[in-house]
Antibody, heavy 121, light 108 residues
Framework: QVQLVESGGDVVQPGKSLRLSCAASGFSFSSYGIHWVRQSPDKGLEWVAFISYDGSTEYYGDSVQGRFTVSRENSRNTVYLQMGTLRSEDTAVYYC??????????????WGQGTRVTVSS | EVVMTQSPATLSVSPGERATLSCRASESIGRALAWFQQKPGQAPRLLIYGASSRATGIPARFSGSGSETEFTLTISSLQSEDFAVYYCQQYDNWPPYSFGQGTRVEIK
């Protein structure tokens, strides 16, 4: 079955960097795009970033554009989220999610359990 | 950006009763809408996609309807395990994906 496992969450100081990983199994990883979505108590669910199945296309939310970078290694069935210049407002649980398709539209069908990032001095 | 608005924020329902949750999009999204259930400490779980298609393993008491800008999630007879927060999400016009702010279904 489809499984996504996030890791790398930690407590970090403002201005520092952190890399999250999303390890996938149970499906043809190199055929699907992957999203990152975060959740903080005061902001609900917030879409963060997307990388296409082959890594050729990346999108970012406005709040992380220029600070976060998404990448993937299809040989390792893993997607990464490199988070730079972290701010207190980046504190959240970060989920990765696999896309599925219906009628030429892709939705996030399977989610990992999340990894917690806390930005605090 | 498409803004998703859910109502009500909290819904108090007795077990066995029907729950109706609403989601409105700020512009037409066709039927590109998903519903998720989230319980404390857990990741969101896909319930409905394409506005009305149940995801694998989702009980028939969950149903979705609507199109364009108005959508509804109905739980026909609430079970104890259904008390949770429910989110809608549009995937027609992105980036960004946009989520509603959630509806909490609580025991009356």
């Amino acid at each position: 079955q489809v499984q996504l496992v996030e890791s790398g969450g930690d407590v970090v100081q403002p201005g520092k960097s952190l890399r999250l990983s999303c390890a996938a199994s149970g499906f043809s990883f190199s055929s699907y795009g992957i999203h990152w979505v975060r959740q903080s108590p005061d902001k609900g669910l917030e879409w963060v970033a997307f990388i296409s199945y082959d890594g050729s296309t990346e999108y970012y939310g406005d709040s992380v554009q220029g600070r976060f970078t998404v990448s993937r290694e299809n040989s390792r069935n893993t997607v990464y989220l490199q988070m730079g210049t972290l701010r207190s407002e980046d504190t959240a649980v970060y989920y990765c999610a696999k896309e599925s398709w219906l009628n030429n539209r892709a939705y996030p069908s399977h989610w990992g359990q999340g990894t917690r990032v806390t930005v605090s001095s | 950006e498409v803004v998703m608005t859910q109502s009500p924020a909290t819904l108090s329902v007795s077990p066995g009763e029907r729950a109706t949750l609403s989601c409105r999009a700020s512009e037409s999204i066709g039927r590109a809408l998903a519903w998720f259930q989230q319980k404390p400490g857990q990741a969101p779980r896909l319930l409905i996609y394409g506005a009305s298609s149940r995801a694998t393993g989702i009980p028939a008491r969950f149903s979705g309807s609507g199109s364009e800008t108005e959508f509804t999630l109905t739980i026909s007879s609430l079970q104890s395990e259904d008390f949770a927060v429910y989110y809608c999400q549009q995937y027609d016009n992105w980036p960004p994906y946009s989520f509603g702010q959630g509806t909490r279904v609580e025991i009356k």
